[in-house]
């Protein structure tokens, strides 16, 4: 039987989303595995770069000891484009030695872009956050560090697909 190309896309999109559901229980099974502690709460930036650059105004909320809610607000504009995006996920942390820690689990996102000062597009997206940080409070400062990538599955917008950003995270402990 050959693929017409309505048959290949659907078979592809199938072959995506079993992949992303087989990580997601990956990672549910990587949650019996040895936990961090996490902050209750923080709030800071997230300064980036991938096929999403610009920056994001960050917020984690700590949900339990190893788990946590992350809320970012992001931005960015050239001279021929504008974006602001909402990004939700959430974290599953794992303590690698003292202050270091890994992290992982599924976020979503929406926002609104504009290019050429054209008619903008809406814009969802789902996918997932992985990624290291240091905690500087078990040494008296109140600053969480973190290296982190975020691929998302772009499904309605202008450029649907596989979208990536990378991003350096700089967060105060409270």
Do not use: C
Not at 37 to 43: A, K, M, R
Not at 94 to 105: Q, R, V
């Amino acid at each position: 039987m050959g693929y017409t190309v309505n048959n290949f896309t659907a078979h592809t999109k199938h072959l995506i989303m079993r992949k992303y559901f087989q990580l997601t229980f990956f990672l549910l099974f990587l949650s019996t595995l040895s936990f961090a502690q996490v902050n209750s709460q923080t709030i800071g930036v997230r300064l980036g770069g991938g096929t999403v650059s610009g920056g994001e105004f960050s917020y984690q909320k700590g949900m339990g000891d190893a788990n946590r809610v992350e809320l970012d607000l992001g931005f960015g504009a050239s001279s021929n484009h504008n974006r602001l995006y909402l990004v939700g996920a959430y974290h599953w942390n794992w303590n690698i030695s003292d202050g270091l820690n890994w992290y992982a689990g599924p976020a979503a996102s929406a926002g609104l872009y504009s290019y050429n000062n054209e008619d903008g597009f809406v814009n969802i997206a789902f996918g997932g956050q992985v990624g290291l940080e240091y905690d500087f409070s078990h040494l008296d400062a109140p600053i969480l560090l973190s290296l982190d990538a975020r691929p998302m599955w772009n499904f309605i917008g202008d450029h649907a697909g596989l979208g990536w950003g990378t991003a350096l995270g700089i967060r105060y402990i409270f």
